[in-house]
């Protein structure tokens, strides 16, 4: 059981360039979501799902885009990245309904470090 | 505007005694509140929970209490042990169908031997 695994670990991209940030659970969850962390600030929740061919808008959703085919896959799609992306990028997955109570919710993966110069 | 604030970015105690975290929120719709530790290059790992409708959950030795009335929470560890040196996060869902949290911007937790 390998948990929730985000690809890549770090990447550096120049102002304009495309990427896609994967994001892959094995534990069946049905809710994933991806947030950003900057320095001093606490997690934002970008964009999240709540099954394959839902998604929704989170707090900073400008800029990203997602999609979800799969159970499994829950990639972030920087279209044109901006300096204003540089951060550290957490995918999380939960089941759903997602029961805060419970100590079997949210896990997150070990983030991706994105740099835009 | 910050609907979860964490106002203490640091606090240092001494392995042994109690580590006290404070989180205020301004949002009295908030059904939920959780908090979450992280541990440098690591994502964040969820560590307790407490319903609006109680005012204490345990775990351990970790104790949560959320003063309603003051919109405001803590979290205790006692005793605190070096390997709880982290930086917690504050979070609060606002319950419904939306499943979002809004998280504090955390607090560096120094637990020295």
């Known amino acids: 059981n390998a948990g929730v695994t985000q690809t890549p670990k770090f990447q550096v991209l120049k102002t304009g360039q495309s990427m896609t940030l994967q994001c892959a659970q094995d534990m069946n969850h049905e809710y994933m979501s991806w947030y950003r962390q900057d320095p001093g600030m606490g997690l934002r929740l970008i964009h999240y799902s709540v099954g394959a061919g839902i998604t929704d808008q989170g707090e900073v959703p400008n800029g990203y885009n997602v999609s979800r085919s799969t159970t499994e896959d829950f990639p972030l799609r920087l279209l044109s990245a901006a300096p204003s992306q540089t951060s550290v990028y957490f995918c999380?997955?939960?089941?759903?309904?997602?029961?805060?109570?419970?100590?079997?919710?949210?896990?997150f993966g070990p983030g991706t470090r994105l740099t835009v110069l | 505007d910050q609907q979860v604030k964490q106002n203490s970015p640091s606090l240092s105690v001494q392995e042994g005694r109690i580590s006290i975290l404070n989180c205020d929120y301004t949002n009295s719709m908030f059904d939920y509140f959780l908090w979450y530790k992280k541990y440098p290059a690591e994502g964040p790992t969820f560590l307790i929970s407490i319903s609006s409708i109680k005012d204490k959950n345990e775990d351990g030795r970790f104790t949560v209490f959320l003063n309603k009335s003051a919109k405001h929470l803590s979290l205790h560890i006692v005793p605190s042990q070096p390997g709880d040196s982290a930086v917690y996060f504050c979070?609060?869902?606002?319950?419904?169908?939306?499943?979002?949290?809004?998280f504090g911007k955390g607090t560096l937790l120094t637990v020295n031997p």
């Open positions: 999380a997955s939960s089941y759903f309904p997602v029961d805060w109570g419970s100590t079997d919710t949210q896990y």
């Open positions: 979070a609060a869902d606002s319950g419904g169908s939306n499943y979002k949290l809004t």
